[in-house]
């Protein structure tokens, strides 16, 4: 048996597994299939489908539900998983390591709004990027 056949996953199983991580995305965003069909223009039905692994988005798509999700595309590609604090800090001198705590501190004690519309779902979407200095 071809070695790339042996870990190769059918298209079916593929749009399954993407699915499940893009309503994984919106739940844990407290997002409808409403609220995020309306953010990208389309049919409720189309997200439903999206999530049950019926159908598959395209990559613009794809793009904009990551960004209204507030995650990354290979996250509901591929499963990666943004790095957790503790991850970040490792390596980090005490000061560093301190202050990565304190950001996440704030960050968790920060009440995070529920977008009521399309346009706060958009704004509200942003995902952690790097900026250079």
């Given at each position: 048996?071809?070695?790339?056949?042996?870990?190769?996953?059918?298209?079916?199983?593929?749009?399954?597994?993407?699915?499940?991580?893009?309503?994984?995305?919106?739940?844990?965003r407290k997002l409808t299939?409403?609220?995020?069909?309306?953010?990208?223009?389309?049919?409720?039905?189309?997200?439903?489908?999206?999530?049950?692994?019926?159908?598959?988005?395209?990559?613009?798509?794809?793009?904009?539900?990551?960004?209204?999700?507030?995650?990354?595309?290979?996250?509901?590609?591929?499963?990666?998983?943004?790095?957790?604090?503790e991850q970040l800090a490792?390596g980090l001198d005490g000061?560093?390591?301190?202050?990565?705590?304190?950001?996440?501190?704030?960050?968790?004690?920060?009440?995070?709004?529920?977008?009521?519309?399309?346009?706060?779902?958009?704004?509200?979407?942003?995902?952690?990027?790097?900026?250079?200095?």
């Open positions: 048996m071809n070695i790339l056949a042996a870990v190769a996953l059918s298209d079916e199983r593929m749009r399954q597994l993407m699915g499940e991580r893009m309503r994984r995305a919106r739940t844990q299939q409403l609220q995020v069909a309306h953010a990208l223009e389309i049919d409720k039905g189309q997200i439903s489908r999206w999530e049950r692994g019926k159908s598959a988005p395209s990559v613009m798509q794809l793009l904009h539900l990551a960004r209204c999700c507030g995650t990354r595309p290979e996250t509901i590609i591929e499963g990666l998983v943004e790095p957790t604090w490792h000061q560093a390591r301190a202050a990565i705590y304190d950001l996440a501190k704030l960050l968790r004690e920060r009440p995070t709004p529920v977008p009521s519309g399309p346009e706060e779902v958009m704004s509200a979407a942003t995902p952690m990027t790097s900026h250079s200095g």
